[in-house]
């Protein structure tokens, strides 16, 4: 009982055509600031919220309905189950200045935390279940009220990775989680195209983000990546051309009681 989203572009030329049932709209209330000061990150958001099932192959979409709300949080995970999963920002239909696609090999070990930035109105945030019917996941997208990542992130020096490079960091078994913001120069419109890689082990890889941004300093990227186990790294790849570099922040986010020394990372 699909039913089929069509979406005209503005210029009269071409056809937008979503062929994956839309099972829900929902408009994103406000919540109280829930996180540490020190991110944008509210971990326990569907705790409070709840969240909506999103079943294998299907569509659900967030108004984003208050137009003095500059940034949502989306929160995806499964029950243990591979995830699957294209998320978008549409400001108009014709324009979409925000989407990635995400793969998790274990959405309740590692499940999606990031932060959607949304200056523009309107705005709607689609979240799309590309995986088979065999896997559903449980998705949560909510105004937290928090401040944006590279405020809370100012005092800290990033990583320039200029396009074509790949920028891997390792960290020690101290480390419980890691928060990544890629955000291009304040200079003109540039672009933003990015990959992240979660590896494993001998290159196992546990975890797959693939960004846009028509704006990579309008729309930065910004999200919690779980870390457990041991040997694990995340390797940061420009997939612009050499003339749209952005810059990234790589930094321990939550650490355990294994160890009294500071969290230990290392990039090259």
């Known amino acids: ?17 979503l062929f994956l049932p839309h099972v829900g709209a ?10 540490r000061p020190r991110s ?27 137009s003095t709300t500059e940034r949502v949080q989306l929160s995806i995970t499964s029950e243990g189950r591979p995830l699957h999963t294209k998320v978008e920002l549409w400001h108009t239909p014709a324009y979409i200045p925000t989407k990635m696609s995400v793969y998790t090999e274990d959405g309740k070990l590692r499940p999606i935390n990031a932060i959607i ?4 109105h309107p705005k709607t945030v689609a979240v799309f279940n590309t995986g ?19 405020a809370s992130l100012a ?5 320039l990775v200029q396009g074509g490079r790949i920028t891997s960091f390792s960290f020690g078994n101290e480390v419980d989680s890691v928060q990544i913001l890629l955000r291009t120069a304040g200079i003109g419109e540039r672009n933003m195209k990015a990959k992240i890689e979660l590896t494993q082990g001998p290159n196992q890889v546990k975890q797959i983000f693939e960004i846009y941004a028509s704006s990579g300093y309008k729309n930065p990227f910004y999200a ?27 930094l321990p986010y939550e650490t355990n009681d294994g160890s009294d020394m500071a969290p230990i990372m290392g990039g090259w």
């Open 26 to 35: 929902f408009t994103v209330a406000p919540l109280a600031a829930l996180a």
């Open 117 to 120: 930035e949304t200056p523009k």
């Open 1 to 17: 009982e699909g039913v089929m989203v069509a979406m005209m572009m503005t210029s009269g030329k071409a056809l937008l055509a």
């Open 155 to 159: 005092d800290v020096e990033p990583e």
């Open 132 to 150: 088979s019917t065999d896997f559903p996941f449980n998705a949560a997208v909510a105004n937290t009220g928090l401040g944006p990542a590279h």
């Open 224 to 250: 919690v990546i779980q870390t457990p186990g041991a040997a694990n790294a995340i390797r940061v790849i420009n997939q612009n051309n050499l003339e749209f570099p952005f810059n990234a922040w790589v």
């Open 40 to 66: 944008s990150i509210a971990m326990q958001l569907t705790e409070v919220t709840g969240f909506d099932r999103v079943q294998g192959n299907t569509l659900r979409t967030w108004d984003v309905g208050e």
